[in-house]
């Protein structure tokens, strides 16, 4: 299961560095976001890769033992909160795009 | 009384020339009849075509879908001063004729809004779409608590009451259920009368299949869950 996980980590991060590279060699984003969630997901595939990682952070951190279960308890807070951020503001784009695109739709008609 | 036939129309540049010949330009009991085709972002001559025999063509610059096309079309038909409005698809599956007595239960005040249902006499229409529509049916009435037995029905007559009333929000083809939920939430009146359907090879092609019933579902499902503003 653990060997599963770092194969769709690793897939996961070559798909999405592979589309951020594109995107910016297209010039559909700038190289500052390519670098950006570049090293972001080397680093969600060196947390895949090196999970011990977490165990040395949390001592640092809370100068304690705190379980995994903690981390991954937050992560799904902080993600859950961040899919709920992001599917508002693409609802409130799209309704906006759609008033626009309809009010455009109409503004030359006139009762004849 | 002035009547407005709203067309939504999407790639329909191959047959809405012929569809649009054959509005009428008198029906018995309206005084004035117009008609407006809404062009939802086609990609082909669509909008060209509609322009030079439709009233009005108001004009998506995207696609947004037959339910955004729908409310576009709504708006229109109040701006230019609408009592009644009735609805048919672009695909020329409707045959005009039935217009009038469409529209005759509201002009009699018996009705706000009338469904031209091919449920009630569907021989032609492909088993298929008869399980489909039957199936349509019950996920209205699971989501919005309103009755038909033709839902997705593209022809409509709506009462301007109904216009005023109704608060639609569906940008796809759940429009259709949500009019019937409209109808039951704003306490409309709501009449069946049968019509006939022209099926075609092409509008038999341009019905929607059995997979967009489940994305209707889960759109009637949020819209039911987000509630109205």
């Keep these: 299961m653990i060997i599963i996980t770092k194969i769709i980590a690793i897939l996961l991060a070559l798909m999405v560095i592979s589309k951020s590279f594109y995107d910016y060699k297209r010039k559909r984003e700038s190289f500052v976001t390519f670098m950006f969630w570049s090293l972001a997901w080397v680093f969600i595939v060196y947390v895949a890769l090196v999970p011990k990682i977490f165990y040395s952070f949390a001592t640092k951190l809370a100068d304690q033992n705190i379980g995994i279960g903690t981390f991954v308890g937050l992560a799904f807070i902080f993600l859950f909160y961040i899919t709920y951020r992001v599917y508002m503001k693409a609802h409130r784009l799209e309704q906006q795009i759609r008033d626009i695109v309809m009010r455009i739709g109409i503004k030359d008609i006139e009762e004849k | ?229």
């Design chain 2, 1 to 229: 009384m002035k009547l407005t036939i709203v067309i939504p129309a999407y790639n329909e540049g191959k047959v809405i020339a012929s569809v649009l010949k054959l509005m009428p330009k008198k029906i018995k009991g309206a005084s004035s009849v117009q008609t407006i085709v809404v062009n939802d972002g086609s990609t082909d001559n669509t909008y060209d075509e509609a322009a030079k025999y439709a009233d009005y063509v108001a004009n998506h610059v995207i696609n947004l879908g037959a339910g955004a096309a729908v409310i576009t079309g709504f708006a229109a038909a109040k701006k230019i001063g609408t009592d009644v409005v009735v609805m048919l698809d672009a695909d020329g599956q409707h045959n005009p004729k039935n217009i009038e007595k469409l529209i005759e239960p509201i002009i009699n005040k018996k009705a706000d809004i009338v469904i031209g249902t091919r449920m009630l006499n569907s021989k032609g229409m492909p088993a298929i779409k008869v399980f489909g529509n039957w199936s349509m049916n019950v996920m209205t009435f699971i989501t919005t608590g309103g009755w038909s037995t033709d839902t997705q029905s593209g022809m409509r007559a709506i009462s301007r009451k109904a216009l005023d009333r109704m608060q639609l929000q569906a940008v796809g083809f759940e429009y259709c259920s949500e009019i019937v939920g409209e109808a039951k939430r704003c306490k409309l009146k709501l009449k069946e009368v049968p019509i006939q359907t022209i099926y075609t090879d092409y509008s038999k092609a341009k019905g929607q299949s059995i997979v967009n019933a489940i994305n209707i579902f889960t759109k009637l499902l949020a819209i039911r869950i987000s509630g109205k503003k």
